[in-house]
């Protein structure tokens, strides 16, 4: 890997991570100096991260073509969520007739990965194996419409899911699962995936819709007691403009 896409992934990681820490609320702007500053590399790279973040639905640009947190909204979370469902159940039944050993391995591994890093409540791997699963389903699809609609899709909803999951907000609950044979998530993914190893296209894609629709219908109430209409703020606004 070069020094300059070694610099612009570090970027991306550590942009995510300060997302994750909830150092910015839904509608904040996102200053290229500062990010610099607080990751310790030159402006491009987090020029470049930025714009892969907007590609992909993290984040967006506004009038002054500065990059924001979306705002978040209930029409744009069942929107972004009824989306998911559809591409990624597709997803997921392809998946299952296109899988091959390699991929079974790589997929029974992201699961137990997943597992231990929810069971020690590291977060920012627990985010990364989330998102290595579900983005390898999407690419098992063998289609590059719908690997790339669904990685906008998943960047966009994870915003819902970061700042109104149980694991992600704990401030929000005092209960912290840490057992992960007790998640649903887990026991969901694991469902998912046993599916495409048994080559089970149409039980791939109703796990994978089902667990998708588990996940909406679970943030969506915490959304209506906690979003930006009851005041929401993030853990630590040291970066508002």
């Given amino acids: 890997m070069s020094g300059k896409s070694s610099a612009e992934e570090m970027a991306y990681s550590k942009i995510i991570d300060l997302l994750l820490s909830k150092n910015y609320a839904p509608g904040d702007r996102l200053i290229e100096t500062e990010l610099a500053e607080m990751i310790g590399v030159s402006r491009t790279p987090i020029r470049n991260a930025l714009r892969k ?3 992909e639905g993290l984040l967006v640009t506004g009038k002054n073509k500065g990059c924001y947190v979306p705002h978040l909204n209930a029409k744009d979370m069942k929107e972004v969520f009824d989306a998911r469902i559809f591409l990624e159940g ?14 079974i391995e790589t997929l029974l591994r992201i699961i137990e ?9 590291d977060v920012a791997n627990y985010t ?14 063998r289609n590059s419409y719908i690997d ?14 970061f700042y109104f ?63 930006p209409s009851k005041g929401f703020q993030p853990e630590s606004p040291k970066y508002n403009e």
């Fill in 53 to 55: 973040l907007v590609a």
């Fill in 90 to 103: 597709k997803a997921a039944f392809e998946a299952a007739y296109h899988r091959t050993q390699n991929d």
């Fill in 113 to 121: 990965e997943e597992k231990e890093y929810y069971k020690r409540g």
């Fill in 128 to 141: 990364n194996a989330n998102k290595n699963l579900h983005l390898a389903i999407a690419a098992l699809a």
């Fill in 148 to 161: 790339k609609f669904v990685r906008q899709t998943f960047w966009r909803s994870e915003l819902y899911i």
């Fill in 165 to 227: 999951d149980r694991f992600y907000a704990p401030d929000l609950s005092k209960v912290i699962l840490r057992d992960p044979h007790k998640s649903i998530s887990c026991i969901e993914h694991e469902k998912i995936v046993k599916a495409i190893v048994e080559k089970d296209s149409s039980g791939a894609e109703i796990a994978m819709k089902s667990h998708l629709k588990s996940t909406y219908e679970y943030l969506s109430p915490r959304f209506l007691m906690y979003g």
